[in-house]
Structures are given as C-alpha cells and as structure tokens.
C-alpha cells in the first residue's frame, strides 16, 4: 500500500505562484509514475503533469505547459509541482497520484495523462486563484 499526502495550496493572486508537494509513504521504493490531477468545480478531473521514476521523462498538459514544472526526489519519495503565472482557470482541487506495483507499460503522453493507470490518490489540496 501507498499513501499520498499532498501539501502547498492555498489562495495566491494571478500571476502568483505556488508549489505543491506529495510525498508518498507506506514503500521502501519510489513509485513508478507520479502525477498530478486537478478538478475544478462543475468540471472533471483533469490530468496536469507527470513525471517518470527517473525523473527523466515529464509530460505536462496543454494548459500548464510553460508554467508549471514537475520535479520529484526519490530519496524523499517526494513529488513537486512548482506553478508560475496562476490564472483564475487553475483554481481546482489538486491531486497526486502514483502508479506503484504495477509495470509501466508506455512512455507516451496518452499513458501518462490517463488517470486509469494510477492505482494511489491523495486527498487532494485546494488551489484558489484570485483575479
């Protein structure tokens, strides 16, 4: 078993920034793929960003893209998502994920962005961006 516990939301005015943290526990070896997912009310789910074991490979969403920046830390099992120039449409609830006991089977944006190949959720933590 994984458990995800995210932390660094908040209220930030546009053009703010904020970083999230997620550090995974409950292992003794860093999961394979961790991301980040946001939902905004009324709406659904939404992939953000994701980044490999290695840390090698990270895939971002259109609307993040050049703004946000996935990092992790294996020695901590530790995920960030560091997020530049908020706007109104990031407000959402945020939440990590990680795909862990289970083999990866693609590299592709497609794989990574699909929510059905993480098997660990966080909680989730609030976002607010003021305009």
Known sequence: ??????S???LVQAGGSLSLSCAASGRTSSPYIMGWFRQAPGKEREF????????????????VKG???ISRDNAKNTVYLQMNALTPEDTAVYYCAARADL???SNTYSYYA??????????GTQVTVSS
């Open 103 to 105: 083999p990866v089977y």
């Open 48 to 63: 953000v960003a994701a980044i490999s074991r290695s840390g090698s490979r990270t895939y971002y969403a259109d609307s």
């Open 67 to 69: 703004r946000f920046t």
């Open 1 to 6: 078993q994984v458990q995800l516990g995210e």
């Open 114 to 123: 699909n929510q059905a190949q993480y098997n660990y959720w966080g909680q």
């Open 8 to 10: 660094g939301g908040g």
